[in-house]
């Protein structure tokens, strides 16, 4: 069965850093794009940070001086690596996987979802 774990959220005082984890299992193909998002209550899922291909990223605006995604392809493993946290960075971080092959930063075009990890930021 396919399956994506994730790993590493945890609660943070402002200014920590924290590395997420996601591990994509039970995939018969190279997964194209793996993709990190984040969601707080009563809000939408948007897209943190994309990995493309072998070595494509993208970085939404709002993170993408703190935070880098990293892929592993060989364990097919993508990481978030978050620096200089801040309280608006709380909220669940969710890895998916788009095996269509588009670039995609839309939840729905996003076939495969984790559980989700938490990440708290206190100021």
């Known amino acids: 069965a396919v399956d994506l774990v994730e790993s590493g959220g945890g609660s943070v005082q402002a200014g920590g850093s924290l590395k997420l984890s996601c591990t994509a299992s039970?995939?018969?193909?190279?997964?194209?794009?793996m993709a990190w998002f984040h969601q707080v209550p009563g809000q939408e899922r948007q897209w943190v940070a994309v990995?493309?291909?072998?070595?494509?990223?993208y970085h939404r605006g709002t993170w993408s001086a703190r935070f880098r995604i990293s892929r592993d392809n060989r364990e097919n493993t993508i990481y978030l690596q978050m620096n200089s946290l801040a309280p608006t960075d709380t909220g669940m971080y969710y890895c998916?996987?788009?095996?269509?092959?588009?670039?995609?930063?839309?939840?729905?075009?996003?076939?495969?979802w984790g559980q989700g990890t938490q990440v708290t930021v206190s100021s």
């Open positions: 990995a493309f291909g072998t070595t494509r990223t």
């Open positions: 039970g995939f018969t193909q190279a997964i194209p794009s």
């Open positions: 998916a996987a788009d095996t269509s092959g588009d670039l995609s930063f839309g939840p729905s075009s996003y076939d495969y």
